[in-house]
Nanobody
Framework: QVQLVESGGGLVQAGDSLRLSCAAS????????LGWFRQAPGKEREIVAA????????TYADSVKGRFTISRDNAKNTVYLQMNSLKPEDTAVYYCAAAPTMLMTSITTEYWGQGTQVTVSS
């Protein structure tokens, strides 16, 4: 079992920055690819970013490339999502996720956090 707890969400204005954190506990942290998904009201959950166990491979949704950065600190069992130049369309509940494969999707993800709300006003 892996427990994931997110923090760092909130209400910001367009153009602002936020950093989300996700603390993991339980099974060996480095066994998993970690990532962030988001779900806006009335929309399907979509992957935002993922990072391999070593941090050497990072993938991003096209909508956030150049604005968001995913990183992980295996010593602290924590994964981060730095979000810059936020837009109103980034408003969603953001979920931390852990998967046993770099091909991270809603189906391959084994563990989910409880979610943290990010709201970007225009």
């Amino acid at each position: 079992q892996v427990q994931l707890v997110e923090s760092g969400g909130g209400l910001v204005q367009a153009g602002d920055s936020l950093r989300l954190s996700c603390a993991a506990s339980g099974r060996t942290f480095t066994d998993y690819t970690l990532g962030w998904f988001r779900q806006a009201p009335g929309k399907e959950r979509e992957i935002v970013a993922a990072i391999s166990w070593s941090g050497g491979i990072r993938t991003y949704a096209d909508s956030v490339k150049g604005r968001f950065t995913i990183s992980r600190d295996n010593a602290k069992n924590t994964v981060y999502l730095q979000m810059n130049s936020l837009k109103p369309e980034d408003t969603a509940v953001y979920y931390c996720a852990a998967a046993p494969t770099m091909l991270m999707t809603s189906i391959t993800t084994e563990y989910w956090g409880q979610g943290t709300q990010v709201t970007v006003s225009s």
